[in-house]
């Protein structure tokens, strides 16, 4: 197999398809932008991901794979082949491990194609990675540093990245003046983001937050942001209802786009979460943050970061990485208490 080209023109990244696992390729993507300062790199994303990397330094251009519209079905992946091609990249690093992003590249013709041969990939790529055997067992950054190690790409540090521009973040401060009034000394912003995308498993119950946040508010002045996608609404109304009126509780569930949400994180002095896409926004942002695991793997998938703590319960059927707890008891996330996890929040606020 030759080399994978040493000073390409032209780089297409195809990100992964979760703000997640997009989060988790940041430390890869930096290490492509130090191996070829001087190539012209386009990313390659769905629309709910494109503003994890819209205003990184290490993208030149954002390409959108409008999947369920202009893209949609075998037309549209033809048509966004085409489109591909027509950008006359010099090479692919296939950040997504699928067969379809094989596929695509191959059918745009890219003469470099890069990336894990697992899912019938290898004979559409050029250059197939094989998986290292112990890969699974560490945290996903090095999953992803590995397919540029297998093409023969340095890598260097593994610190997640997120950027955010200077509007985004102003614009997070003056939101959080309007709904809260001017911040005084003492006062503490805590985020909590009880949806999850897998399914339920993943989810700490609503009543449990409820909970928490009636221990907070006694403990301090504290003003809770209530974080999540439009299908996470019944979650936080729910949430809301069982806390009351009089707690300091602002609702922002679907009424945020992800470049507003991840600025009102970076104004938080610590987060609540369940594992999610916003628990790794979090993480690379540096802001302290609470990570609650049951159904999956907290090795694998937990927070990067130094500034962060795992709740979690150590149980024979833990991580069982399903949607809905198969022995129907949801031991592992409803034997985690609020708190031990005000406990491990105070920790992060009093070390902060």
């Known amino acids: 197999m030759r080399p994978f080209p040493e000073n390409p023109e032209k780089i297409l990244v195809r990100s992964t398809n979760w703000i997640g696992d997009a989060v988790m390729t940041t430390p890869a993507l930096k290490s492509l932008r130090l191996a070829y300062?001087?190539?012209e790199i386009t990313m390659l994303v769905y629309p709910w991901v494109s503003d994890i990397f819209r205003y990184s330094p290490r993208v030149d251009h954002i390409m959108l794979y409008d999947k369920r519209e202009r893209h949609h079905g075998l037309a549209g992946l033809w048509r966004l082949s085409q489109e591909l091609k027509q950008k006359h990249f010099d090479c692919?690093?296939?950040f997504q491990n699928a067969f379809e992003a094989a596929l695509l590249s191959f059918l745009a013709r890219i003469p470099a194609r890069g990336g894990y041969a697992t899912d019938c990939r290898s004979l559409l790529l050029t250059h197939p990675v094989e998986k290292a055997p112990n890969i699974v067992i560490?945290?996903?950054v090095f999953y992803y540093q590995r397919i540029l190690r297998g093409l023969g790409i340095p890598t260097g540090e593994n610190e997640l990245e997120v950027f955010l521009p200077n509007f985004a973040i102003d614009a997070a401060k003056a939101r959080l003046t309007q709904l809260l009034g001017e911040r005084r000394s003492g006062m503490k912003i805590i985020g909590f983001n009880p949806g999850a995308a897998f399914g339920p498993a993943k989810r700490w119950p609503p009543e449990r937050y409820a909970k928490?946040?009636?221990?907070?508010g006694k403990s301090q002045e504290t003003h809770i942001l209530l974080f999540g996608s439009a299908a996470d609404q019944p979650t936080t109304a729910e949430i809301v209802a069982h806390v009351g009126k009089k707690a300091r509780l602002i609702d922002l569930a679907g009424r945020t786009r992800l470049i507003e949400a991840m600025a009102l994180i970076g104004e938080c002095?610590?987060?609540?979460t369940n594992d999610s896409g916003l628990m790794h926004v979090a993480a690379a942002l540096h802001t302290p943050l609470v990570a609650l695991f049951g159904s999956t793997n907290h090795v694998a998938t937990g927070p990067w970061s130094a500034?962060?703590?795992v709740v979690r319960k150590s149980l024979p059927c833990s991580p069982c990485k399903k949607k809905q707890c198969p022995l129907k008891h949801f031991r592992c996330m409803k034997m985690i208490t609020p708190e031990e996890v005000l406990a491990a929040l105070e920790s992060l606020l009093h070390e902060s």
């Open 269 to 272: 002095d610590a987060f609540v």
């Open 92 to 94: 692919a690093v296939l």
């Open 212 to 216: 928490l946040a009636q221990l907070l």
């Open 138 to 140: 560490k945290h996903e």
């Open 307 to 309: 500034s962060a703590k």
């Open 37 to 39: 300062p001087h190539s």
